[in-house]
Each structure stands twice: as structure tokens, then as C-alpha cells.
């Protein structure tokens, strides 16, 4: 077996001389955030620590089953803890409102996969050759000899899962096999997670899929596929945000497309961004950096402001450019 990263040392060192925890995740939690939020604030308080666990926004319906005592809670003010751990957030602006609840830490630590990682935190182990930050987590959990049990499996398979496209993104590892077997050894039930997380869609998110599919589009010789969800769209179909989660893979999926993406009215002159490449040529996180966003190679968002056309316009422009520039 291969010897764990040193920086796990200092974590666990960090640790075990703290008692209160707060465990915090990104806006609009998705399974790799939820499951790893959730198995490592179960394996602490296994531990004997003392554990909040906190988002600003709530759990997609999807997701639920793994948080059935209602781990998760919405951020407080005036709390101090010994140490907050932060999983899966790849800036300090990405945990939202929770930033300025624990302001009041001895100690911050900051685990994450996303390459675009801002390192905001004492002690940062950032490991962009992971595909989930679920089996950082479990790496965390195996060093520390603490029990893998089958909740903290269910966890942290839906984390490794779902971020793995259900093992299908070239970011998929032999190692990530290796992980979600444990994890199934341990208990993962497999069944459970896949018909909450992949067959158990509500009435809304069908609404949602059926406007997609009737308004997406296509350009630079389909090498480019995008939508729009805009405010009225949830309004008439009865979703939310989190209904939103995946649906840019059903236009990744059309065989020309190198580039999907999504725009999502966030608000007044506000727009949401999501970036999906297929290609190991077009680096989306380099495109989303140029908009102040981030996140992997083949799998980035931003936010940005401005008017919804003058945004959609400079987006596609610097997609049609990356896409040029493989013809040079």
C-alpha cells in the first residue's frame, strides 16, 4: 500500500487536538459536497468529536435519503469552533453565507479536488488528480483507522459516484474502482443509491428535461450545444435550482458536441454558467477562468454579470476560440 500524502498528517494532527467542529459545503450542494459533508462529519462524531454540519443552501431532493436525522443545518452566527473543515469548495466565495458564520476558528482546513482551488485555508489539501473529493475523504478516514460504516459508505460511494458521471468521466481512476469497492464491502448499498440518486426523478425535473430538449441549440458546426434556464422556466414547470443538477449531459451527449453549456438566469443582470467538455483538447476550466470562474478540465462554471445576450455572446466566443485553435 502506498504511504498517504504528508498533509493527511497534519489534518489528522489538527484534529485530534480539536474538539468542536463545524463542517462546511459549497452553494447548491451536489452528491460529491452532500456525501462528503455527511461521512465526514459521521466519522467525527463517531470519533467523539463534537460536530455541526452546515450549508447555505439545502439538500436536493435526490440526496435526502443520506441525511435522514437532518446532519445538515442551515449556517448560525456567533458560534466559534475549534476547527472548520471545508469540503469540496473551491474558493472561500463558494461556501456562500456560511463564510461569515465561522469567522470565530482556531483552525480552517480546506479538502478538495477542483484544480482552480484558491487555497484559502491553514491547511490545504488540494489533489486534482482525484475525480471526488469523496475518496479524499475516505483516504482521510482509512489513515485515521476510523470505522468506514455503512452509512459513511453510502456517503461517500454517492460522492465518488456521482462526480464520476457513475464511473463514466475520463477522470475516473483505477484507484476510483479499488474505492467504491471498499466502500461496497463496507456496506454501500447499491440498490438504495442508484434508485434514489439516478431513478427517482420528480414530475418537475421531466418538465424541465422536456423544455430543454425543445429549446437547446446548436453551433459552430454542432461542435457546440447550450440552453437557457431562465426564472420562468422553474416557475412554470415547478422546479428548482436543484432540479437543474445533470441536465447539461443530455446535450454533452449529442455525438458532434465537443463544448455543452448551460446559462442560468440568476437574477437581475446575474448569470449562472456551466461548462462541459468532451474533449481532453478544450480545457473548460481555462474557459471559466477567463470569466472569474473555475473548477476541472472538463467540468467548470461561473458566475458572471451583465446583460443575458452580451454574456451568452462573450461565452460562445471564447468556446468558438479554444475550438479554433485545435485547427491551428
Known amino acids: 500500500m502506498k504511504p498517504h500524502p504528508k498533509v493527511i498528517d497534519r489534518i489528522l494532527e489538527a484534529i485530534n487536538q ?3 467542529f463545524c463542517i462546511v459545503g459549497h452553494i447548491r450542494p451536489d452528491g460529491d459536497c452532500v456525501g462528503s459533508q455527511l461521512g465526514l462529519t459521521l466519522a467525527l462524531r463517531a470519533a467523539g468529536k463534537d460536530v455541526v454540519c452546515w450549508n447555505e443552501d439545502k439538500i436536493p431532493q435526490k440526496y435526502e435519503f443520506l441525511d435522514r436525522q437532518g446532519i445538515i443545518s442551515r449556517p448560525r452566527k456567533g ?13 472561500f466565495e463558494r461556501l456562500g453565507g456560511v463564510g461569515a458564520c465561522i469567522q470565530q476558528r482556531k483552525i480552517f482546513i480546506n479538502i478538495d479536488h477542483h484544480e482552480s482551488n484558491t487555497r484559502y485555508a491553514d491547511i490545504n489539501w488540494i489533489s486534482a488528480k482525484e475525480p471526488s473529493t469523496g475518496e479524499l475523504i475516505f483516504q482521510l478516514l482509512k489513515a485515521a483507522g476510523w470505522p468506514v460504516t455503512k452509512p459513511i459508505a453510502n456517503c461517500l460511494f454517492t460522492a465518488v459516484s456521482t462526480d464520476t458521471g457513475s464511473f463514466q468521466y475520463p477522470s475516473t481512476r483505477p484507484s476510483t474502482f479499488h474505492v467504491a469497492a471498499e466502500l461496497v464491502s463496507r456496506g454501500a448499498a447499491l440498490g438504495e443509491i442508484c434508485d434514489e440518486v ?13 423544455h430543454i430538449y425543445s429549446h437547446f441549440r ?15 422556466d422553474f416557475t412554470r414547470t415547478g422546479a428548482d435550482s436543484s432540479d437543474a443538477e445533470g441536465l447539461i449531459d443530455h446535450i454533452r451527449a449529442i455525438a458532434p458536441v465537443v463544448v455543452a453549456c448551460v446559462f442560468e438566469e440568476m437574477g437581475e443582470d446575474m448569470v449562472r ?18 470569466f472569474g470562474g473555475g473548477g476541472h478540465p472538463a467540468a467548470a462554471g461561473a458566475r ?22 485545435l485547427k491551428s
Open 198 to 210: 439516478y431513478q427517482s426523478y420528480p414530475v418537475s425535473r421531466a418538465r424541465l428535461l422536456r
Open 218 to 232: 446548436l453551433t459552430q458546426q454542432n461542435q457546440i450545444a447550450y440552453f437557457w434556464l431562465k426564472q420562468r
Open 18 to 20: 480539536c474538539q468542536t
Open 273 to 290: 454558467l456551466s461548462l462541459r467538455s468532451k474533449s481532453p483538447l478544450v480545457n473548460v476550466n481555462e474557459i471559466a477562468a477567463q
Open 79 to 91: 458560534q466559534s469552533f475549534d476547527c472548520v473543515i471545508a469540503t469540496d469548495a473551491a474558493s
Open 304 to 325: 458572471i454579470a451583465g446583460r443575458p445576450l452580451s454574456v451568452q455572446r462573450r461565452v460562445i466566443g471564447a468556446i468558438r476560440k479554444a475550438l479554433n485553435a
